[in-house]
């Protein structure tokens, strides 16, 4: 793959920038932990808070917890490091910025109460 003039890697006929690829990264972790209804929003082009939402479901503050933590770790393993965390202490909304993507962590009744998907219902969704 080459890069673009736009910072995204050119590939299978479209442009995946390094947002998108960090954003599928953290799928990818999430998904190892068991997380469900998981999915990226791509917010550019909307908002100048970030490039992608990435939003999760765990079962379970333990889970939750877990799936942070691995998140962190796997991502400070390939170099990337979060320029805000919060939640980790009630673990009900977990947040992990890092700055083009932003992971948002939900027990099943906050997800439900916060439904970022219909405040940000004009974002395609990239992953599903």
Excluded: N
């Amino acid at each position: 793959m080459s890069s673009s003039r736009d910072g995204g890697m050119v590939g299978q006929g479209r442009d995946v920038t390094v947002g998108e690829l960090l954003a599928r990264r953290v799928v990818e972790l999430s998904l190892e932990k068991k997380c469900e209804g998981v999915k990226i929003l791509d917010l550019r082009g909307l908002t100048s808070i970030t490039d992608y939402f990435v939003i999760i479901t765990a079962d379970s503050e333990r889970k939750a917890k877990a799936v942070a933590e691995h998140v962190i770790d796997e991502l400070k393993a390939d170099g990337e490091r979060p320029i805000h965390v919060e939640g980790m202490e009630s673990m009900h909304w977990i947040l992990l910025d890092y700055f083009d993507v932003v992971v948002h962590i939900f027990m099943p009744e906050e997800r439900r109460f916060y439904d970022l998907e219909s405040l940000w219902s004009d974002a395609p969704v990239v992953f599903t």
